[in-house]
């Protein structure tokens, strides 16, 4: 059984470009939240995506958007890509009947590089 | 306000024992988890306590009291593949985990 398949592992990226992260959830899962976790850092919420639509929203600039799909895959998009940006992006999933955070799995990550 | 203190750094020697401390204060909570993360890897779940009290699976242990907004987590028998950062966080309402900065821990022989 496959866990949380995340893709890109690695990017590279200038600043002011954009950027798209894709992220595969745990079969059986329908919930998507996504963390930026700087180097040295505990992760930080993004949002979380359910039943397509952005269910909570962490303190985020709106340069960061996402997008659910119907087979509950998620995207995560940062534009006008800034220094500070360089992070690890994780994507975890959850089932929705359990609470959420009860039965989250994360995925390897995304390294994100600004430069 | 919402925040999350553990130490940043431990050392502890091979077969000992080990207390990583986390203190926690949010706005709601629905449990406290612990993650075990290894360097350019993904987090991967220890235990979740959301009642008062101890939770012991294997070697690893944790524990919460909720009216001091206080967790532990214990590593008993410590071998060297357990030294990694070690992520307290709290459910503030419907999975949206708060993350404290990770605890460094590294065994030495």
């Known amino acids: 059984d496959a866990g949380v398949t995340q893709s890109p592992t690695h990017l590279i990226k200038t600043r002011g470009q954009q950027v798209t992260l894709r992220c595969s959830p745990k079969?059986?899962?329908?919930?998507v939240s996504w963390y930026q976790q700087a180097l040295g850092q505990g992760p930080q919420f993004i949002f979380q995506?359910?039943?397509?639509?952005?269910?909570q929203r962490g303190n985020f600039p709106d340069r960061f958007s996402g997008h659910q799909f119907p087979n509950y895959s998620s995207e995560l998009n940062v534009n006008a890509l800034l220094l500070g940006d360089s992070a690890l992006y994780l994507c975890?999933?959850?089932?929705?009947?359990?609470?959420f955070g009860y039965g989250y799995t994360f995925g390897s990550g995304t390294r994100l590089t600004v430069v | 306000g919402q925040n999350i203190d553990q130490p940043t750094e431990m050392t502890a020697t091979e077969g000992a024992i080990v207390q990583i401390n986390c203190t926690y204060q949010t706005s709601g909570f629905n449990g406290l988890f612990w993650y075990q993360q290894h360097a350019g890897e993904a987090p991967t779940f220890l235990s979740y306590n959301v009642l008062d009290g101890l939770e012991e699976k294997g070697r690893f242990s944790s524990f919460l009291s909720r009216s001091k907004g206080y967790s532990y987590l214990l590593l008993k028998e410590l071998q060297m593949k357990d030294s990694a950062s070690y992520l307290c966080?709290?459910?503030?309402?419907?999975?949206?985990?708060?993350f404290g900065q990770g605890t460094e821990l590294s065994v030495k022989p």
């Open positions: 995506y359910y039943e397509e639509e952005e269910r």
């Open positions: 079969s059986g899962h329908d919930t």
């Open positions: 966080a709290a459910d503030n309402q419907g999975g949206k985990l708060i």
């Open positions: 975890a999933s959850s089932p929705s009947g359990t609470g």
